[in-house]
C-alpha cells in the first residue's frame, strides 16, 4: 500500500534547568516522505494500547536514501495514521535503490 512516513525528530530539552529541576524533551514530526508499506503481522493478541489489544508489525519501503529514525509515524495516502511506533530495523537496499523499515 501506498503512504507517508514521517521521523520524530528530538528539537530541544533534557537536561536541567537553573534550579536544578529536568529541562522535558520537546519533538516534531519531520515532513513526510512517500513510502509503500505491507502489514507482515496484525492481530487482536497482543499489547493493551487504548484499552484495545493490538500487535502490529509493518515492512516500509522508500525512496529517500537518506532516511534515518528511531520511531516512525506511518500514514496511509489518505492521511489516516496507521501506526506510530519504534523503529526496529533500518538497512538500505543498495540493488534497488531503496530503505527498508522494520516496524
Known amino acids: ?13 533534557g537536561g536541567f534547568n537553573e534550579k536544578g529541576e529536568p ?6 514530526w519531520g515532513n513526510p516522505v512517500e513510502c509503500l508499506y ?3 503481522v496484525y492481530n487482536n493478541r497482543g499489547t493493551y494500547q487504548d484499552g484495545v ?9 522508500t525512496k529517500d536514501l ?3 529514525a528511531t520511531e516512525i ?3 496511509d495516502k489518505d492521511g489516516n ?14 540493488s534497488v535503490k531503496r530503505v527498508k523499515i522494520i516496524v
Open 73 to 75: 509515524l506511518l500514514s
Open 66 to 68: 537518506t532516511f534515518k
Open 23 to 28: 529541562i522535558p524533551d520537546s519533538s516534531s
Open 81 to 94: 495514521v496507521v501506526c506510530r511506533k519504534p523503529v526496529q530495523r533500518l538497512e538500505l537496499l543498495e
Open 53 to 61: 489489544f493490538t500487535q502490529s508489525e509493518y515492512s516500509i519501503t
Open 1 to 13: 500500500m501506498r503512504g507517508t512516513i514521517q521521523s520524530l525528530n528530538k528539537t530541544s530539552g
Open 38 to 40: 505491507v502489514a507482515n
